[in-house]
């Protein structure tokens, strides 16, 4: 599997050398490519981002430089697209004005050239992109690899990553991530490629927010690679997880030896060398459980996923 990450501190990628992912790099079963955003800008502070249009704090990953950054990944070949439509009134040129106070955050370390300052008596009528004249590249429709990359942004604000996203993705063989910043990136950019033809996927790792897609893209990164074939010593050890198969449950509790320790004995049925008793035990366990911390999952079950006994439970 291909693997491309964008992001503006691609250093936060390293730590993808060690352990299984490590190993699965050096196998060859995975190729990952961290790259730097800034690389695509063309400007003296490489910037990345500008003011939120509409007012607001903090910035906004502005699309030109990851449109750039994408094309060329995703192999897109530029296009000339005619911007003169792009024409706002005068209310609209007023509110972009006012947008140009929005504080900065705290990890601005440059702000962009923003928005024409030349607008900021609100008189100007007709903006329009690069005064109307010039045309911007971007790619020609449909002409993504055949083999289908999918394109995927961690948003907090957006639907949540799951197991089953996992297992899909895991079949994949390119994945290009683009890792926010700031107060996100603008909406267009997976607007714009989905237009293209191009599977674009937002995902939120959890209902709190992080300063970055790093971290989540590493996550999601994790818990795809690790259902890949080969990625694993023990295939074994991923087929009865927490969250997976029909009757995603929660998984059972865990022992090792010793038997008993600081005074804590691990329940007797496990040492009875008793298979049908002991995976009858595990499964009661992982309802019971799932019911009292999961009860959403409970609500999901197929019932064509519970035998009798289950149902007693
Ligand atoms: N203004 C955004 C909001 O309130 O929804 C938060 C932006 S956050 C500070 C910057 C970036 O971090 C996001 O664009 C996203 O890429 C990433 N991020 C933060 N929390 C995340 C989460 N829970 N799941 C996935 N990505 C997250």
């Given amino acids: 599997m291909k693997i491309d990450i964008v992001s503006v501190f691609p250093e936060y990628f390293d730590v993808l050398g060690l352990s299984l992912m490590g190993k699965a790099q050096a196998k060859g079963l995975l190729q990952i490519t961290a790259h730097n955003l800034r690389d695509w800008t063309h400007d003296v502070h490489h910037s990345v981002d500008d003011t939120p249009v509409g007012g607001g704090a903090g910035m906004v990953m502005k699309p030109e430089v990851w449109a ?44 962009s050239d923003a928005i024409a300052s030349d607008e900021s008596d609100g008189m100007s009528a007709d903006i329009t992109a690069e005064n109307a004249t010039e045309a911007h590249d971007a790619p020609v429709p449909g002409t993504a690899a055949s083999d289908a990359p999918v394109l995927i942004f961690p948003n907090p604000s957006a639907p949540l990553f799951t197991q089953r996203d996992a297992t899909e993705l895991s079949h994949a063989n390119h ?51 690790r259902l890949m074939p ?37 329940p007797d049925v496990l040492l009875s060398g008793d298979h049908g008793k002991v995976d009858r035990f595990r499964r009661d366990e992982a309802l019971a459980r799932t019911n009292e911390i999961r009860p959403d999952l409970i609500a999901k079950l197929d019932c064509k996923a519970l035998d009798k006994a289950d149902r007693k439970t």
């Avoid at 995703?74 to 792009?86: K, S």
């Avoid at 714009?192 to 927010?209: K, M, P």
């Avoid at 009757?247 to 320790?261: D, F, I, M, V």
């Fill in 175 to 225: 994945l290009l991530f683009g890792c926010g910043r700031y107060e996100g990136y603008d909406s267009r950019i997976p607007d714009y490629y989905r237009t293209q033809g191009i599977d674009v996927r937002e995902y939120s790792i959890g209902d709190y927010v992080l300063n970055g897609g790093e971290v989540a893209v590493s996550v999601m990164l994790e818990a795809i690679t």
């Fill in 68 to 111: 750039e950054c994408l094309d060329d990944l995703l192999g897109l070949q530029p296009a000339t697209v005619d911007e003169t439509e792009c024409t706002l009134d005068a209310d609209d040129s007023a509110t972009i004005a006012d947008s140009a106070d929005a504080t900065v955050s705290d990890e601005v370390v440059e702000s």
């Fill in 230 to 266: 080969g990625f694993m010593g023990n295939p074994d050890s991923i087929v009865e997880e927490s969250y997976t198969g029909e009757g995603a449950l929660l998984e059972h509790r865990q022992y090792t030896k010793p038997a008993t320790w600081r005074g804590l004995a691990v």
